[in-house]
């Protein structure tokens, strides 16, 4: 689990910095806090790394996710087109704003496929959220050019790529907006967090505004005399938070590398089975390598082998089977089931989406056969040995 993995005492020097100021908030208390602003530190840290202009903190990649869509103007009478393959969180913010989440197809990267954006536009259509998961980039470059040409937004939800690239440029950094989680299972971890990156400075005023209750931040007096030009609501990141990511972000790189040279070392023991055939990554140097993915021929081989497997003491996950990362199991979302009675799914003045198997055929094959196993930060010589032998003893039943 990455970033979780490594903590230690980078990270307790920073919480004990702000313990000792006394003052957990990102803003306000100038004198209280004694020149300490671990927030606004690890948001210019990130816009860095990131090679973005402008980096905003918010409490969860779910609210990042619901922040950038409010600043991109989506809302009532908007569809959003988002891979079949995602977190849940992705489908939820759609209709936080109130619009309407649209499922498309996959492609070989297990990531939104490029090809089926058309099939799925409508008049409403504003904008597609390009998920890149399990640490690799979806077809990014095709998918920006299908955009630009039917005029759709782009915000990539990248909870899942932290730290990974496409040709050099970092996944988060392609679309009009880009999202990270730091939940505890994420490359990097706040315990709870995310962040919003983009170079457009309008786009960023809206999503700071709108996170803090649409204070402008530029009084240089006191937060009670900001100016304020929309309602928000609160999305603040808090300085612990803030603190931790900073202690993080200095480990990314090293927590890439390990996982790349463990992932090399499961590869190299997966490659010699029959049928095996690796995940498609378009740009294999710039993967995270936080998850294995391969698959085999047919559906039934993956499932003897992933039986084999789990009795040799390894884990895999065949997400067609997953019951938070795939649309069609999501029985309460297939349900339409909100809290409340009034929401974008029945009004009348919206389209009735349905979310069938029949309209991700790739996804429905590819996911039914693909097994994907985590890989660790810290996976000492002796436990990837273990492992290697475990995969050929399981091989053998298939
Ligand atoms: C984790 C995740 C999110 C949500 O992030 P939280 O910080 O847990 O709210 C959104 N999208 C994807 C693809 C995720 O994996």
New binding site residues.
């Given amino acids: 689990m990455a970033g979780a993995e490594l903590i230690g005492k980078e990270e307790c020097k920073e919480v004990m910095d702000v313990l000792g100021t006394g003052v957990f908030a990102r803003y306000s208390f100038d004198k209280e806090r004694q020149g300490i602003w671990k927030v606004r530190d690890f948001e210019k840290a990130f816009a860095k790394y990131f090679g973005s202009a402008y980096a905003l903190g918010v409490t969860?990649?779910?609210?990042?996710?619901k922040v950038a869509l409010t600043a991109l103007d989506v809302g009532p009478g908007d569809e959003v087109i988002c891979p079949a393959f995602?977190?849940m969180?992705?489908y939820e913010a759609v209709l936080e704003v109130g619009a309407i989440p649209v499922m498309a197809d996959i492609d070989d990267t297990l990531n939104l496929d490029p090809d089926d954006i058309p099939n799925k536009i409508t008049p409403r259509t504003k904008a597609v959220i390009p998920?890149h998961?399990c640490g690799a980039a979806a077809r990014i470059d095709k998918i920006l050019k299908v955009a630009k040409k039917h005029k759709l937004l782009i915000l990539e939800?990248n909870?899942?790529g932290c730290g990974a690239s496409f040709r050099g440029k970092m996944l988060g950094s392609f679309g009009q907006m880009g999202?990270f989680?730091?939940?505890h299972?994420?490359t990097i971890t706040t315990g709870?967090?995310?962040m919003i990156i983009t170079d457009d400075l309008d786009l960023y005023h809206r999503a700071e505004w709108y996170h803090d209750h649409g204070h402008d931040h530029l009084s240089t007096v006191h937060r009670a005399l900001d100016g304020r030009t929309i309602i928000g609501f609160n999305y603040r990141m808090n300085e612990f938070q803030g603190a931790i990511g900073l202690a993080q972000l200095r480990k990314l790189g090293r927590v890439i590398a390990a996982q790349k040279k463990n992932k090399a070392a499961l590869k190299e023991a997966l490659a010699p089975v029959s049928g095996v055939k690796f995940r498609m990554i378009p740009d294999p140097e710039g993967d995270s390598a936080t998850f294995l993915a391969f698959n085999l021929p047919e559906r039934k081989q993956a499932m003897i082998f992933q039986k084999a497997l789990k009795a040799e003491g390894i884990d895999t996950t065949c997400f067609k089977d997953n019951l938070w990362h795939y649309v069609p199991n999501w029985e309460h979302f297939l349900a339409k089931a909100t809290a409340q009675t009034k929401t974008a799914f029945n009004d009348p003045r919206n389209r009735r989406v349905a979310y069938s198997r029949k309209a991700i055929p790739h996804a429905e094959d590819l996911l039914g056969r693909t097994l994907i196993m985590g890989v660790g930060v810290k996976m000492p010589a002796a436990k990837l040995k273990a492992m290697r032998q475990g995969i050929a003893r399981a091989a053998a039943t298939l």
Avoid: H, P, R, W
């Fill in positions: 969860s990649g779910s609210a990042a996710l995602t977190f969180a992705t998920v998961m939800d909870a899942q999202i989680s730091f939940d299972y994420k709870e967090g995310g």
